[in-house]
Each structure stands twice: as structure tokens, then as C-alpha cells.
């Protein structure tokens, strides 16, 4: 149905395993074990992870970074990255990093996110990164922050976040 | 280890057109008749919007909705639906409702989008229906705001954002 | 160079009551019990509000109104009122407005709050006012959203809040 | 009217000067020269600045810190320091860091703020220090971000704004 370079690079096949499966493997974990299972391929990756093209790559307490190799996958109809994209790898990278936090038994869910476009991002900028960094936990709520920065060393967004916490 | 319908289920093709061309195309009308363009299938829709699933629905001066049936290949790994989807979805309405808003020659940059997550999403909720409203058009910005609801008629997401907007 | 009434103009005298003790007399009462006692004098308000000269209007189950005189004593450096007034004007109504929703024994504190600036306010503005909205009530968190109205009838802010609430 | 030394710790008189003039004074510096004349008392403060009793500390390119001791007429009426209060000085650390960026003839405007509330602030912590920096100075919006340390070293609130910028 479709050939030539063109038309194959503007084709995605997406497969992912069954989330249920991956979220039950990881509630008998710490959280950072968790993610450090995803990291190695023991727990498969979210669907949404895989659809966009989203890579783990660290993570550490209160710290997560992930990557990006931007795609025209990822364009909105102005020209550049949807800024969908950029929120959905912040609320990754911020709510792992509040996830690499929890102790087994403790749950999170995000109540808000914030995120700030400084630049347009675009395929010529290659691979993005972004790091997620929790700056405060609490009994109820904890609060992270993340930023996407390029192959150029310059930010292209920020994002801040608050998740509610809670023992199971 | 995946056969059969179940796996079927968990491999997703998409499929889109070149965006620079839409973008193009979109450069010679007002905002709205980009838009429902896009509705009418005159412009092809931007790949992010085919790679989600989300449906534009509606266009008219200041207001969008967008519709998007949830499935698994939306999931974050805590078992519902990914927080970057509403964000998607809702940075999909808001800006575009800005959009809608602009003479030929006149464009916007989305400067920043705040999402809150009022009840999380799963897969039971089926169809979800968003709405973005212009609420303030300036002369150097314009505030918008959205918000996703079920078939339940609950709030499950709401969100705000700036835009800066320029004459080309 | 100032001299007779514009000098005295330019000093502000406020007093106010024991913050600790309105605070303990309305643990006693359901938030809108509590409110409500604000608004006739039977619980003095609190010292921060008589700073500014925030006036509370009407309380009801998830909806507060307030109204502000605005004054030179609210300006900020580049000629209008500062941003902060906005703020805490809107984080008094969307608070209030979780409070009201709240029966004796429930808790909220405020995890964050956004607040847009859609048009600059002067003195040439006059009495503005602010209502706060509960969007949503949560086992964990609660979400209100609140704007500024012009006697013009134009908004000049809006602004989004998460709550945390919990029973004591 | 007042006796006593707990009803004269209840009382506030605030006296400030022409926001028009020191405006205007403003004006024909850059940003940091106004700052520093601002930090030195050349240029009077805003009346919200006094008001509250925000101290301006430092200004430098891309950095601004002021302090505030708490105070009971900082107040909300649940026990601890209005949230309006950290917004206040969180909005005035991060605009006035933009500011202080600005060359003579370029102007900002807060477009809006961010506020995340770490933890609650009561008068046991005495004197508060807030810093803002910028993030990324554009050519149609600057973004920057602030924290409120206390005199433990925790950090009780952070900010995050993007403000309008433009040429006279």
C-alpha cells in the first residue's frame, strides 16, 4: 500500500505488551525498582511510551531522565512538535521521578501539570532529553519539576507538577 | 506470547501525510477555514492527532471540540490512561480555539498549557469529548481554556494556556 | 511636592484581630458556617484581607464572591496593580470556595495555585469582582477555578487551583 | 484605640510614595539600573512592596532576591501565611529578574504564574528569602522561575511565570 522512502517514513507500527501485566509486576516493587526493571526490559514500557518513541534511560532517587529522537510522527499542524509531546515526556520524566520516591505500598497519581514552551522543536534537533527531579515530599503531596533540553545544551521546555501520594 | 485477537489489540498502524504540505496549505486561510478544513479531510490532519486517535469535530470562531475513543495503546504503566493524552488532547482544543480566533497572516506559538486531572481515565470510559474556549484575545496574547468530558457528563480534565500571537 | 490630601492618601492604617482565634472559632463550623460568620462580623476576617481591603460578598456551597477597591496601595513598579493583588485575590476565592464545599472536621490546604493576567488593572477600574468555583470534589484533592471581573464586564484574570483535603 | 503591646503588634501603618514617579524614573534606566536604584533607595519602592513588607535584597542579569519576615498580618484565616503572600513575592522575584534583563526601551508585562505551595509558612520561621531567575529571554516572551527558602534551607514555595516583552 505504500512504497518508496517517503511514503514508509510517514508509516508507524506501534506494539506493546499488556499493561495490566507490567503495572501488577511493578506494585510488588519499590518504585525505583520498578523503574529500573522498565530500564532493562524485565517490565515492558507503557503503550503510550512506545507509540511516541519515549526511551528510559536513568533513573535514581528522586531522579529520572528519558529520551526522545524527534520524528515527524510527533508534528502538529503549525509546523513543529505538538506540544502534546512535550507534556506527555515532562509528565513522564516528573511523575517517574516522584515514583523512584515511593517505598512498596505507597502510590502516587498526578493532580497537575504546568509546562512552558521556551523553543520550537523540530526534526532537525535530532534527540531531546529530559530530566525529572522531585524537589519536595510530603505526606499528601509531593512536587517535581522537569526540563527537556537539546543536543545544543539549550532548554526547550519546563515543566512543574504536583502528585498526590498515599498508602495503600 | 501474545496471539490472536488480544494480540492484534496491542499493534497499532498509523499512517499520515506530509505536515509541511498542511501547513502550507493552512498559511492561505483564516484560522477557521484551516480548520474545517482539517474537519471536512480537505487538509490532512497532523500526524500526533493520527497517532493518539483523536477526531477533530467541531470549528467555529473562539470554540473547538475534538473527540477520542480510549484504548490500551494510551496507557501510563499505573493502569489508565497516560496524563500526556489529556494534555495532548487539551493543548489540541485550546490552541486551536486560538486559532480559530485569527485572520489569514496572523499566527500563534503556544507559550504554556497547565493541565489538572480531575478523575483518572481508563478504557471503560470509551468516547471522551473535549472542548477548548477562547476567553481573552490581545494584542501580543490570547488565554484559552479547555476541558475533557466523558459520556457520563463528568470533568474528568481541565486545562488553561497562553499563546502568543503575531502578525506574519 | 505632595502635600494635603493626596499625601494622606498615601498612608494605610489596618488593624486587625487575633488571626488564631477567628482560625479556632471556625473549626467549630462547617466551612460555610464559617464563611458566612465572615461576612456579618461575627468572625473578623483575616489580617491579610484587611491589608488589602478585600472585601468578602457572598458564600454558598461551592461558590464565594469577593470585591476589592482598587488603590494606589496595590500598584507595583510599572504603573499598575501588582501582580501578587490578582493572586491573592483569586487564591482567596477558589480557596473559599473549597471551604464552602467542606462539612466540620475537613481539612484543605492549598498545593498550588495559576492565576492568568489577561488585561492590566488601574486605579481608573474601580470596585472589582472575584468569584471561586469547586470543579471538582475528591477523596484527596479538590480543584476550584475562579476569575476577576471589570464593572466593564470584562474578565481581567482567571485563575485554577488543587486543593488537598482531609479529615481530621 | 489600641493598648497594650499585642494590640499595637495588631496594627500596620504603611506609607509609601508616587508609584507614577518612581515609574517614570524608571523608565529612563534598563532594568537593573532601576533594580539597584530601587535596592539602594534612589527610587522609591511600590506600595505593595511595602505593604506587605517585602525587602529588596539584590539585583543582577537574570537574578533578583528580596526577604520577608513573617508576619501575623500575613494571615489567612486557617492558622498560617496567605498562599497571596508567596505569590506576591514569588510574582515580584521573577518579574523584577526579568526586569533586570531588560535593556532601555524593552518592557515586560506578566502574562502568568505558577505557584506550588511545599510546605505551610507560620511566623516560628521568621525571616523568608526569595530568589528569581530567568530561564530563557526571547524575543516575544521571557520565562523565569523562583523559590521561597526559609532560614532552615527548605524551600517552602516555587514559581514559575512567563511574562510579554517588547520594545517601546
Chains 1, 2, 3, 4 share one sequence.
Not at 39 to 62: V, Y
Amino acid at each position: 500500500m505504500f512504497s518508496g522512502i517517503s511514503a514508509v517514513s510517514r508509516t508507524r507500527i506501534v506494539s506493546w505488551s499488556d499493561p495490566a501485566a507490567a503495572a501488577a509486576q511493578a506494585q510488588t516493587m519499590s518504585g525505583l525498582e520498578a523503574l529500573l526493571a522498565m530500564i532493562e526490559g524485565r517490565i515492558s514500557a507503557p503503550p503510550i511510551i512506545e507509540l511516541l518513541g519515549i526511551k528510559m534511560l536513568t533513573a535514581e532517587p528522586g531522579r529520572v531522565t528519558m529520551g526522545l529522537q524527534i520524528g515527524e510522527h510527533l508534528y502538529n499542524p503549525i509546523g513543529s512538535v505538538h506540544g502534546g509531546v512535550a507534556a506527555t515526556l515532562l509528565d513522564s520524566v516528573m511523575g517517574c521521578a516522584v515514583h523512584s520516591s515511593l517505598p512498596i505500598g505507597r502510590i502516587y497519581s498526578t493532580l497537575e501539570i504546568k509546562i512552558s514552551y521556551l523553543r520550537p522543536m523540530t526534526q532537525a534537533l535530532g534527540m531531546i532529553t529530559a530530566e525529572g527531579n522531585v524537589i519536595s515530599l510530603g505526606r499528601k503531596a509531593d512536587f517535581a519539576e522537569g526540563r527537556i533540553t537539546g543536543p545544543d545544551g539549550k532548554i526547550y521546555a519546563t515543566g512543574s507538577t504536583t502528585c498526590a501520594v498515599w498508602d495503600l
